[in-house]
């Protein structure tokens, strides 16, 4: 190994200037070599957990008492995920500061049960507006602007950033996609980059890829894992471990293969099947000796031994309360994205965390409400229905389905089944409570008709002089006054609490009044501002609404109280049915 392979060439580039060929910008104060990095790409499909990968490694690590950090890049040209289709990408994860984001980012939140910000996630958007920007203020003066050195600078830029801020001890950085994309290309460019300055014992990659067993053979096939670990060593990189996803656990044959063509010794060729829960990867990763691995390959002392059992010994107790209750609830969730669980991954995740507490099984079941209209019977409904005991409004945007969930929230509030309802499916409620107890029969959110005589549901203020759509709702933490003897308060156990939003919307404050009057309270509120944040009927069993999205800040050991609330209601609910 060369010397300055050893120990990295980034001190003899700082204060390249932009038009040398060794430009890389270096945030102030930077210490090469004091944070590590872990990079992990993936290979042959996406889609098989890398972002599961990366935060289990991230838990194990901090396991290890290790400050780890986590880093997505997405190659995409949106500057973030505000503006992208959850059907098509799923949902948008929003962090406190606001940052709208690849649901990844959920994941690490959930296993490293920290918040993150917006320096964890870029985009390839972003990094392109950060290039462009100060061309056109003359950064770059007299020198054409260039993938290399300029857009790989800024990323390497951007992560040291992140390990500085931070003073993290690892960082580990998730690339989007898998090798050989067009659209990621010049992130793993940047990360090539990054080992070369830092150093192949500050820098290691893992490769995420997939093995595949066809029907017709009965066997596990290394092929396409092959390829695609080529792929990455001719962009130059050597990953240091593989783990191989697939059904089932693959066979020593398979892992040697991988490991002949790909360099990588066969101890760290892992086999990573598919789990009955995410939050049993940890523990797999953890028997596979992969979290030592890291550690010897990165040059990081171990903390005590007992350190790591105490975490791995939560995880296992926690993985032991989703196996073990034998009592199932049924939970409907309405939506438009029904076929796609991916637009929904945080409230299945808060399902999850509090089912674990509450004790129970959870079958979802999915309601399509376009299928239900103004005119359905409430036979209809109930057939719909029949057999669930909870039902959940989740967020939405625009009118479709819309007056078959407000059905179902009717159903729901004079049955005594338990709801919950989510920013939109809070909306719905009051727009139900107000038509059907109130009397005012074409009550609506102007989202959904801008000509309603009652504009129960109008936009916010703030919102009304905003023009385009990117980036720009009510977003992130904010600040909310739990009423006193609430159901809300009773369930946080307080009377202040944060919570993250995102929309345009919010009941009209000129009907809070008679909606009160009518006996829904507004529990929740904005300190400081009329904006209403949490809706009940103290009359109902559970019956809950909140214009933020309780969802987000759920975690396996913490789940969100609102939840916890909600499928213990179920329980309730199935005990009487
Ligand atoms: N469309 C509604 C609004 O903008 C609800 C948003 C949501 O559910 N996230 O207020």
């Known amino acids: ?62 396991a290890a008492g290790l400050k780890v950090e986590p880093i997505k890049f997405d190659g995409y040209l949106n500057q973030d995920a505000g503006t992208l289709n959850p059907y098509r990408h799923g949902e948008v994860f929003v962090l406190d ?59 390497k830029a951007f992560v040291r950033e992140c390990a500085n801020n931070t003073k993290s001890d690892v960082v580990l950085i998730e690339v989007g996609g898998t090798v050989g994309d067009l659209e990621n290309g010049y992130f793993m460019e940047a ?94 990763l953890h028997e596979k000796g992969l979290d030592k691995a890291v550690l010897d390959l990165l040059g990081i002392k171990r903390a005590p031994a007992v350190r790591t059992e105490a975490a791995m010994r939560r995880w296992e107790d926690f993985c032991e309360a989703l196996a073990k209750p034998t009592k199932s609830v049924k939970i409907g969730i309405t939506g438009k994205y029904t076929e796609v669980k991916d637009s929904y991954a945080s409230i299945m995740q808060a399902i999850e965390h509090s089912r674990a507490k509450a004790g129970c099984k959870v079958e979802l079941v999915w309601i399509e409400t376009s299928k239900l209209g103004q005119k359905s019977t409430d036979a209809e409904v109930a ?114 609490i944060r919570e993250r939003f995102r929309h345009r919307y919010e009941v009209n404050p000129e009907y809070i009044e008679r909606i009160q009057k009518a006996g829904m309270v507004f529990s929740g509120k904005a300190p400081n501002q009329p904006i209403m944040q949490v809706v009940e009927i103290p009359s109902h069993p559970f019956f809950v609404g909140t214009q933020f999205h309780p969802e987000l800040s759920s975690r396996p050991f913490t789940p969100n109280p609102l939840f916890l609330g909600f499928v213990k209601a179920c329980l309730e609910h199935a005990k009487k049915a």
């Open 383 to 496: 057939k719909i229905l029949d057999g669930v005991n909870g039902i959940i409004v989740p967020g939405g945007f625009g009118s479709r389905g819309t007056e078959g969930k407000i059905k179902c929230i009717e159903f729901a509030r004079k049955n005594r089944m338990p709801y919950l309802g989510l920013c939109y499916g809070m909306q719905m409620a009051v727009v139900e409570f107000c038509r059907n107890v109130l009397g005012l029969s074409k009550a609506n959110s102007t989202e959904i008709d801008p000509d309603t005589p009652d504009m129960v549901i109008d936009i916010l203020p703030e919102q009304k002089k905003i023009e385009g759509l990117g980036g720009n709702m009510r977003l992130g933490g904010k600040d909310i006054e739990l009423a006193k003897g609430s159901v809300a308060a009773e369930l946080y156990g307080k009377l202040k």
């Open 191 to 284: 990360m090539r980059q990054l080992q070369y300055e830092e150093g192949r014992q500050n820098v290691i990659f893992a490769n995420v890829t997939y093995a595949f067993n066809p029907s017709s053979l009965g066997e596990y096939k290394s092929k396409p894992a092959q390829s695609g670990i080529r792929t990455l060593m001719s962009l130059g990189v050597q990953p240091e471990i593989v783990v191989v996803r697939a059904s089932g656990e693959v066979g020593e044959k398979v892992r040697e293969k991988i490991s002949i063509y790909s360099n990588v010794p066969i101890e760290r060729v892992v086999s990573l099947p598919d789990a009955s829960s995410i939050y049993e990867v940890p523990i797999m």
């Open 1 to 62: 190994m060369a010397a300055e392979d050893s120990c990295g060439i980034l001190s003899s580039l700082s204060n390249k200037s932009s038009d040398h060929e060794f430009y890389t910008p270096v945030p102030k104060g930077y210490e090469a070599g004091r944070t590590k990095y872990l990079v992990i790409t993936g290979s042959v499909i996406s889609g098989v957990g890398k972002g599961i990968f990366t935060s289990s490694m991230g838990a194990l690590l901090e």
């Open 97 to 155: 500061d606001g940052a709208e984001t690849d649901m990844d980012l959920g994941t690490y939140e959930r296993f490293l049960d920290k918040n993150l910000s917006k320096q964890n996630y870029l985009t390839g958007g972003k990094i392109f507006n950060t290039v462009l920007s100060k061309e056109r203020k003359g950064e770059y003066l007299g020198r054409d602007v260039q993938f290399i050195p300029h857009v790989t600078g800024e990323i």
